[in-house]
């Protein structure tokens, strides 16, 4: 080769160097939990020079595992929702993240307020079911903006519930749709109550902790902790995000909760549009706290194979629903839920006064000489100013179709991604996970 076709060949490579430099955009992707996670690990595949900013001094969001004593408890997610074809399945064989057997909602033992045995028989339950579908259907057809107490309500009035008792009926709607949907049943949209798709498959817990898919997508990423990002300013050219310092990038993608842009904890420069700022005030964000419980012993022998202990107790809502974890980790563990009302006026008490009042529900249901638990753990998801709720659901003066608005680009430099933004799987982490993805890919079809 001669000296002048060297010289060539290195002119070309050094364009080409200079050009790959030059197409290399910066993105700025603020929030490290799965959405955010997602969206930074695939745009870096792809070339991409990223950095993630994330509020807390962990990653994973609402994705967070504490581990004591040899047992992971989960305090935000917890399950997979459906394993089949779900990417969450796939990232947690990918990560060798560990899951347990299959979660069987209809093994369920059902106490009454004075601690009596099945309370609400499996064959009055599935015709509840039965009467709710069918009430739920006709509403969603001739009041839409109905919720799904109200066809509950209309379904008593019609005396197609004179099968249960009120405090019955309450105790349905408290574990049927509030713990599903973390808000109030007189809150909850008819239609959000039909929105979305479900996955095929079972559902399976975790019980070696969620974060280990976190940790596995973080993995080789540029993270900045204890970042919580305060402003974003953009152009038609670049964006500008305050985070204790500016950070300035390309594109910046906005991964946070529902309720941290409802607080407006983010002020964005020029304003959001109107259909956005609207969609994030209709819109709503739920609550559904967790009490981990771990005693010295397994004392609810007579449960012990029973994937789920209730309690329709007088006052609603109140330690309605017990996951024996013991069944899936072999450990002395049990898991409570609270949703909606209940669980609010339960974060304004200490850890202390909540664990009495699940200990006061569990010995009527087991008798006063059970022991104290010796350890306990509590979520407060509506007091974490990162987070101000669990996940979002659609109220009656809001529409399903708004989630489209939550999730649309703003001048093709602000982006969104997260649970409330995805219209097939809202509330759920494989809603989070493909919101990044889908966000990730909007971004290099602009490159």
Known sequence: MTDFMKRSVLLVAGCLFS???????????????????????DLQEQGFDVTVLEARERIGGRIWTLRSEGIAYDMGAGWIHGIDGNPITALAEASG????????????????????????????????????????????????????????????????LDFLSDRQIAFLLNTEMEHEYAGEAERLSIEGYDEGEDMPGEDVLFTDGYDGITDYLADGLDIRLNRPVTAIRYSDRQVEVDAGETFIADRVLVTVSLGVLKAGAIRFEPALPQSKRRAIDDLAMGLLN?????????????????????????????FAEWYNVYKYSGKPVLLAFNAAEYARELEQQS?????????????TLYGDDIPAPVDV?????????????????????????????LAAPMAD???????ATSSDYPATTQGAYLSGLREARRIQRLR
């Open 351 to 363: 850890d202390d006064a909540v664990t009495e009042d699940a200990m006061r529900v569990l010995k």
């Open 290 to 318: 967790k009490v981990w419980l771990t005693f010295p012993e397994v004392f609810w022998k007579q449960d012990k194979d029973t994937d789920l202990i209730q309690y329709a107790g007088e006052q609603e809502g109140r």
């Open 413 to 419: 430099r602000v982006f969104f991604a997260g649970e």
């Open 97 to 160: 993240t560990g899951m347990t057997d299959i979660t069987r909602y209809e093994n369920a033992v059902i106490y009454g307020a004075d601690g009596s045995r099945d309370e609400i028989s499996r064959e009055a339950f599935f015709r509840y079911q039965a009467v709710f579908e069918r009430y739920a259907e006709a509403y969603l057809e001739e009041h839409p903006f109905a919720s799904v107490a109200d066809a509950v309500q209309q379904a008593r009035k019609d005396g197609e």
């Open 377 to 405: 753990h509590i979520t407060r998801w509506q007091a974490d100013p990162f987070s101000l709720g669990a996940y979002s659901y659609t109220p009656v003066n809001g529409r399903a179709e708004q989630r489209e608005d």
């Open 19 to 41: 050009l790959q430099l030059a197409a290399q955009e910066r993105v700025l992707v603020v929030g490290a939990g799965i959405a955010g996670l997602a969206a930074a690990k």
